[in-house]
Every structure is written in structure tokens, then in C-alpha cells.
């Protein structure tokens, strides 16, 4: 179904609080489907390319594989590379609300020598207004590769429908120190719960424009096909 004004009526509502959103949600892709969430993400003096696959084989465990490549003085590199498992341990209800836990790993050749950054984090989604708005928080974990420092990890999320296809979203996020980061911006359904548009501004609280960057993403989501 094509995803408009016209067809949001008796449309069910739903948060999915994935691409562009760093703060996570309490949801994972449906049992036997996959989803690829791919992006755009200009910043000053470089851009990102980002594509991560993922697939839930077994009902409740999302794994996700993928990675990031930069465009920087005219050079094209491989900069990060991710992978994470993620499931849910209260499923997320209508006007209510669930947890889940996430674990993963990610490398950033270019800047800590090829070193791994493990981390884990526990994402809370809260339901509200038969569910027109989402509130998801997020408390986790990081541990760098390279110095061997532990963090803390910690994020806060809202998504708003503003009309049958349509979200604003609204974050922050960070870690126990240094400034927190924000990022603002849409997410709309081409096709209902298959193909989703979205478009993002972000930028360091209190930072220049040297620290600011744009997004254009695009996430598609397929059927069980899965054996």
C-alpha cells in the first residue's frame, strides 16, 4: 500500500524509532524479514556512506552487519564497520511500552589502528496518544579499544506523527563526557511499512558549524521470506 494522506486512514500506527534516529527503540525487524537501512550524511569537509543490513532469523534476534565509507580529500575509505545482535525482552505495546538489549562491536580503521570498541545498551520505548507519540531512552556501555576507557553511553529520543505518513523527530544523545550531540528531522512512509524517506540536521550543543552535518536516508523493509 502506497503510504499517503488518503491512506492514513484505519492505518495502524506505529513508532520505529530506527534510521535516522541514534537513539534505539524497543523494536526489532519482524520474525524471518530483513531490512537495509542506507544513508547519506554530509559533514564539513567530508561525507559518509553508510549501509547496514539486518535480519531477524529466529523471532527475537536482529543481527546487523554493515559498515560506513567516507569521502575526504578525494580519497574514498573504509572508516567503520559494525556488527550487533539485538533482542527484546518485553515486547513494545500499543500505548505502552518495552525494553530490549543490544550488543555489538565496531571497528574505525582510520582512527584507532583497526582497534574493536565493544558496547551494549538497554533501549526503552514509551507509547503514548494510541501511539502518535514515542519516547525512547536508551543507557549503555562503551568500551574503547584503543585507550581501554569505559563509558557511559546514554541517549534520549521523541517521535511525533504529524500526519498519516509523516514524523518528527527529535534527540539527544552522548556519553558521560564532553557536550551532548542533537539531531532534528523527518521521516516519511513511501510505502507503508516497506519504504521509508528520511531527512536529518545534527550538530554538537554549544558547537560551530564546523561540527554540523545533513542526512538523506532511505530504509526498506521486506516481508517474512526467511525459512
Known amino acids: 500500500?502506497?503510504?499517503?494522506?488518503?491512506?492514513?486512514?484505519?492505518?495502524?500506527?506505529?513508532?520505529?524509532?530506527?534510521?535516522?534516529?541514534?537513539?534505539?527503540d524497543a523494536r526489532i525487524v519482524e520474525a524471518k524479514a530483513c531490512q537495509l537501512e542506507t544513508w547519506v550524511q554530509s559533514n564539513r569537509g567530508s561525507t559518509e556512506y553508510?549501509?547496514?543490513?539486518?535480519?531477524?532469523?529466529?523471532?527475537?534476534?536482529?543481527?546487523?552487519?554493515?559498515?560506513?565509507l567516507t569521502h575526504e580529500g578525494g580519497q574514498t575509505r573504509t572508516t567503520d564497520?559494525?556488527?550487533?545482535?539485538?533482542?527484546?525482552?518485553?515486547p513494545l505495546d500499543a500505548n505502552g511500552w518495552g525494553i530490549g538489549l543490544a550488543v555489538g562491536a565496531s571497528r574505525h580503521p582510520r582512527v584507532n589502528d583497526g582497534q574493536r570498541d565493544w558496547y551494549a545498551?538497554?533501549?526503552?520505548?514509551?507509547?503514548?496518544?494510541?501511539?502518535?507519540?514515542?519516547?525512547?531512552?536508551?543507557?549503555?556501555?562503551?568500551?574503547?579499544?584503543?585507550?581501554?576507557?569505559?563509558?557511559?553511553?546514554?541517549?534520549?529520543g521523541t517521535e511525533t506523527q504529524l500526519a498519516g505518513c509523516?514524523?518528527?523527530?527529535?534527540?539527544?544523545?552522548?556519553q558521560n563526557r564532553g557536550k551532548p550531540l542533537y539531531q532534528?528531522?523527518?521521516?516519511?512512509?513511501?510505502?507503508?511499512?516497506?519504504?521509508?524517506?528520511?531527512v536529518t540536521y545534527g550538530n554538537r550543543f554549544g558547537g560551530d558549524m564546523r561540527q554540523r552535518w545533513f542526512s538523506i536516508g532511505?530504509?526498506?523493509?521486506?516481508a517474512p521470506f526467511l525459512p
Not at 553508510?50 to 559498515?67: D, Q, R
Not at 521521516?187 to 519504504?195: A, E, G, P, S, Y
Open 121 to 156: 545498551y538497554v533501549p526503552a520505548s514509551f507509547l503514548f496518544r494510541d501511539d502518535a507519540l514515542a519516547v525512547h531512552t536508551n543507557l549503555g556501555w562503551l568500551r574503547e579499544g584503543q585507550t581501554g576507557r569505559n563509558r557511559l553511553t546514554w541517549g534520549l
Open 81 to 90: 564497520a559494525v556488527v550487533q545482535g539485538k533482542t527484546i525482552l518485553k
Open 50 to 68: 553508510w549501509a547496514l543490513p539486518a535480519c531477524n532469523f529466529t523471532g527475537n534476534l536482529e543481527l546487523t552487519l554493515g559498515g560506513g
Open 1 to 24: 500500500m502506497r503510504c499517503g494522506i488518503g491512506a492514513a486512514v484505519g492505518m495502524a500506527l506505529q513508532a520505529h524509532a530506527a534510521r535516522p534516529m541514534m537513539t534505539d
Open 184 to 198: 532534528v528531522g523527518l521521516r516519511h512512509w513511501l510505502v507503508t511499512d516497506r519504504v521509508q524517506l528520511d
Open 166 to 174: 509523516t514524523w518528527l523527530i527529535a534527540e539527544t544523545f552522548g
Open 218 to 222: 532511505l530504509r526498506l523493509l521486506s
